[in-house]
Structure formats: structure tokens, C-alpha cells
């Protein structure tokens, strides 16, 4: 059976891949759903507000917010398919901050 999420009326793949594209819209369902989150989707959601923060910091040069760019659209399109992208750093990152 599919996970739903936002009080059980979305479907997981459609909300990650909305957060991936809109980050405020993750850190909102990651707010509305932590108590029902399993820790690989925390530490999806995690990683997606790391790449956000790193792209917003960074977003004086041209490369880093680039690079943040790409990985997210390549994280959403795998998250409509129903798979996880795990971002380099920022993954790795949040199974630090998330155990």
C-alpha cells in the first residue's frame, strides 16, 4: 500500500517531489508529518533543507546553486518515480543529524 502524507491525503511521491521542487513546501509537510516519518524519509526531507540552505549561502556564486539545481531536479524526478535520490554531502550530512 502507498504512504500518504499531509494528514494521509497526498501520496508520498507526489509531496517529495513538490518539496524537491519547492523546498518550503518540504520543510511544511516535514513540520505537518515528523511524527508519522520513518527516518529514511527524515533524512530525505533533511537532506532536501540542506541543499536549500547550501544553494541560498552559496547563492553569491554561479556553480553552487547550479549544482543544487541539478541535483534536486534529478531527487524530484526520482521522487515522483518512487525512488530516493540520495544528494552527495548533504545525505551523509543528514544521517549525522538524524540517527
Known amino acids: 500500500m502507498e504512504k500518504k502524507l499531509l494528514g494521509g491525503n497526498v501520496s508520498k511521491n507526489i509531496v517529495m517531489g513538490f518539496s524537491w521542487l519547492f523546498w518550503i513546501f518540504g520543510l511544511i509537510a516535514f513540520i505537518i508529518d515528523f511524527k508519522t516519518l520513518d527516518v529514511e524519509e527524515k533524512r530525505e526531507f533533511?537532506?532536501?533543507?540542506?541543499?536549500?540552505?547550501?544553494g541560498i549561502v552559496f547563492?553569491?556564486?554561479?556553480?553552487?546553486?547550479?549544482?543544487?539545481?541539478?541535483?534536486?531536479?534529478?531527487?524530484?524526478?526520482?521522487?515522483?518515480?518512487?525512488?530516493?535520490?540520495?544528494?552527495p554531502g548533504a545525505y551523509h550530512l543528514?544521517?549525522?543529524?538524524?540517527k
Open 94 to 98: 543528514a544521517a549525522v543529524i538524524i
Open 46 to 54: 533533511v537532506s532536501l533543507l540542506i541543499c536549500a540552505a547550501v
Open 59 to 87: 547563492g553569491i556564486s554561479v556553480i553552487v546553486p547550479i549544482v543544487v539545481f541539478v541535483f534536486a531536479v534529478i531527487a524530484a524526478v526520482n521522487a515522483f518515480m518512487g525512488k530516493t535520490f540520495k544528494v
